[in-house]
DNA sequence: AATCCGGGGAC
DNA sequence: GTCCCAGGATT
């Protein structure tokens, strides 16, 4: 029989990684400081800093006697300096009141600052061989795409049943070096083979019965963090049309389509088309809204109302960084998406034909 | 449930 | 630039 332990045990064993500093070691405590460093930071990171560190403060007591500036001097590039500190008053804390030994098991162990149950369970599977769940980015990872599970991790849905999950697949053999090395083997395949790009489903000896793979959608899995939902923005655009010509302005070399030909814009917040027709010393009369176009940016929406104005007197205007042109003169400078979808329908639209064809008089 | 912590690596 | 990483604590 073939179970998924079992056959993460063997292919641990054959295939993955037996030479970290922090491996080849049943001493809890540099498991502790291994296990605290690897948090949110990744293996090839931690590699010297946990070797300086352990050379430094070789046990607990001595980490305990140190300062927390000494300690936290260590810890200098490593980022999380709350982990630094959690990590001395552990040690204080184990050697004021477990008479500098370390817990014995997961539970005890959860319950030292800066140790939650994944953490807990990692460095009691590795120094004591308890039979306990770990559930980290990598094995996150590897269930989901297992099962199939389409729900984002950081979600508390999702996360309980993944816990459920990764406790239902604990090997059934309850000994030290089962458990350690099936708890090596979900972190190795994580890392090597389960990556989060192109992962090597290849040579994964889960695929058989990976569901992300059936269904190849591994890429798709883990699902990604929900993105907040982006501010919105207002803006007016008026597109003032003077016989055949319409108005555009060149924008400035930085921000939102820096350098490129946009309509004249205005900020929502401001009343009337006409009193703002002073700024271009342009008399114009208002004729139509066209349809409101909705814009996604990476960092927010912009909603463009577009207000359609017949000009009457532009005599005042100057063109400084405007161009009167055409519409079909417009669609081949560089204007942003929004400004071509409007000119475009403008463009095909009888109202437009009509009116430019015969411009209005009697103003 | 959301947010914060933080530097670095992959892309 | 974005997204994520051997997460946990706090609100």
Partial sequence: MSTFANTLIHWQRRHGRHDLPW???????????AEIML?????????????????????????????????????????????????????????AHYQGRFPSNAAAIEQLPGIGRSTAAAIAAFAYGERC????????????????????????????????????????????DCMATYTQALMDLGALVCTRHQPQCRVCPLRSDCVAFRENRTAKLPAPKPRKPLPNREATFLLMIDQNSILLEKRPDTGIWGGLWCLPQLPASIDLQL????????????IADLPVIDHVFTHFKLRISTCLLQVI??????????AWVTIDEALNLAIPAPVRKILMEVSSSAKFFEMSCQPLSGY
């Fill in 23 to 33: 491996q080849n070691t049943r001493d809890p405590y540099a498991i502790w400081i």
């Fill in 39 to 95: 948090q949110q930071t990744q293996v090839a990171t931690v590699i010297p800093y946990y070797q300086r560190f352990i050379g430094i403060f070789p046990d607990i007591e001595t980490l305990a006697r140190a300062s927390l500036d000494a300690v936290l001097a260590l810890w200098s590039g490593l980022g999380y300096y709350t982990r630094g500190r959690n990590i001395h008053k552990a040690a204080c804390l184990m050697v």
């Fill in 133 to 176: 769940a770990i559930l980290d980015g990598n094995v996150k990872r590897v269930l989901t795409r297992y099962f199939g599970i389409n729900g984002y991790p950081g979600e508390k849905k999702t996360e309980i049943l993944l816990w459920e999950k990764a406790e239902s697949l604990l090997p059934q053999e309850n000994t030290h």
């Fill in 275 to 286: 009193c703002c027709i002073q700024y271009w010393g342009i008399n114009a009369a208002f």
């Fill in 313 to 322: 007197d532009r005599s005042n205007n100057t063109l400084e960084e405007q």
